[in-house]
């Protein structure tokens, strides 16, 4: 009885376990490539529409976050609640129900625009969302993508 405990023992350390462990890390790389190729840059969806974006809101050295009144302010309220303390994030929104340092209200006029817009530091276009409670999730999962992480402070030696 315990030479069988024994080998089941080692067959699930040698084989099953690290089996299941190359599986898991395999989906989550196919997930991460799937993301990132998502989340390449873009041409803007009408030129005239984008520019006059940029020419209210500063884009550059910022992640923006478009949001039209197309999207739920229980949506908008979420979202940022979730990215208000990440390095470089930008909200820009139509409607004034959030208040924050990095909140920008435009007075944009939405006709044409589509529900959500995600705007790199380098003032990218990288993808632009629907209403839809998918095309928002995706939304989600592509903001953490896109944000750069905040620079850490070198070590100086005296």
Same mark, same amino acid.
């Given at each position: 009885m315990?030479?069988?405990?024994?080998?089941?023992g080692i067959l699930l350390m040698l084989v099953v376990f690290p089996a299941m462990s190359w599986y898991y890390l395999s989906q989550g790389f196919d997930?991460?490539?799937a993301a990132v190729d998502r989340v390449q840059p873009k041409e803007p969806w009408d030129n005239n529409q984008f520019n006059t974006?940029?020419?209210i809101v500063d884009l550059k050295g910022k992640t923006t976050v478009f949001l039209t009144d197309k999207i739920s302010?229980?949506?908008k309220e979420q979202f940022y609640d979730q990215y208000k303390d990440a390095y470089t994030f930008q909200l820009v929104t139509s409607d004034n129900i959030i208040e924050g340092s990095n909140v920008v209200v435009a007075d944009i006029d939405n006709q044409g625009f589509p529900g959500a817009v995600l705007i790199d530091t380098s003032s990218q276009v990288r993808?632009?969302?629907g209403v839809k409670s998918?095309?928002?999730t995706m939304l989600i999962e592509d903001t953490a %993508?896109? %944000?750069?992480r905040k620079p850490e402070i070198d070590i100086q030696l005296k």
């Open positions: 315990r030479k069988v405990i024994r080998t089941l997930y991460r490539r974006l940029a020419n302010s229980e949506f993808n632009i969302y998918e095309s928002l %993508i896109v %944000i750069p």
